[in-house]
């Protein structure tokens, strides 16, 4: 099993519906990263949260600590919202553990 | 603030050769982990240096090794490639411990080894 799951897998929506994605983790950890990467490579990384509640726009991400577990809302998606989203967490030897990523499409 | 940056972004290699990449972060940042992203493994973490120092190492054989000069740059090298090796090879800067820090990362260096 990995430490770091993410689901579903790839997801396709209609332009305007609301998104979640999700990120369950089975090791302790110090943070949660949410990351994007578009087609051709490029990550950025959109949000970092240990406790509660964060938001960026149309994005919105929440963790939950003790059910280890963390999602991801996209509000009124869009077509420039296709990309490879993925979940990483802070592990116990200093590094960064990623989940395998959830492939969105959004169709306009 | 320039981003950070990786050279080459595109090397092709043959098996048994050996291969060095670059990566300049962010002005300020001291700490630069590198990653490996294949299709089958997705991202795995290689290595975090902060200040000239390897703070974490992944589960890599000896053949992936690294280091980071004095201005924060950093470079890794892979010896006596394999074919498994072909990725793209992302690094990525941060203020401090990787974990507990925002990532900013690179455009990656894709790699291929026929």
């Known amino acids: 099993k990995n430490e770091v799951e993410q689901s579903p897998q790839n997801l396709t929506a209609q332009e305007g519906e609301f998104i979640t994605i999700n990120c369950s983790y089975s090791?302790?950890?110090?943070?949660l990263h949410w990351l994007q990467q578009h087609p051709g490579g490029g990550i950025v990384s959109l949000f970092m949260?240990?406790?509660g509640k964060k938001k960026h726009g149309r994005l919105i991400a929440t963790i939950n600590i003790q059910e280890k577990h963390s999602s991801l809302h996209i509000t009124a998606s869009h077509p420039r919202d296709s990309a490879v989203y993925i979940c990483?967490?802070?592990?116990?030897?200093?590094?960064?553990?990623f989940g395998k990523g959830t492939k969105l499409s959004v169709k306009p | 603030k320039a981003g950070v940056t990786q050279t080459p972004r595109y090397l092709i290699k043959t098996r048994g050769q050996q291969v060095t990449l670059s990566c300049s972060p962010i002005s300020g940042h001291r700490s630069v982990s590198w990653y490996q992203q294949t299709p089958g493994q997705g991202l795995q973490f290689l290595f975090e240096?902060?200040?000239?120092?390897?703070?974490n190492k992944g589960n890599f054989p000896g053949r992936f090794s690294g280091r980071q000069f004095s201005n924060s740059r950093s470079e890794m090298n892979v010896s006596t490639l394999e074919l498994g090796d072909s990725a793209l090879y992302l690094c990525?800067?941060?203020?401090?411990?990787?974990?507990?820090?925002?990532?900013?990362f690179g455009p990656g260096t894709r790699l291929t080894v026929l």
């Open positions: 240096y902060f200040s000239e120092t390897q703070r």
């Open positions: 990525a800067s941060s203020l401090g411990d990787s974990r507990y820090n925002e990532q900013f």
């Open positions: 949260l240990s406790s």
């Open positions: 990483a967490v802070g592990g116990s030897q200093g590094n960064l553990i």
């Open positions: 090791v302790g950890i110090s943070a």
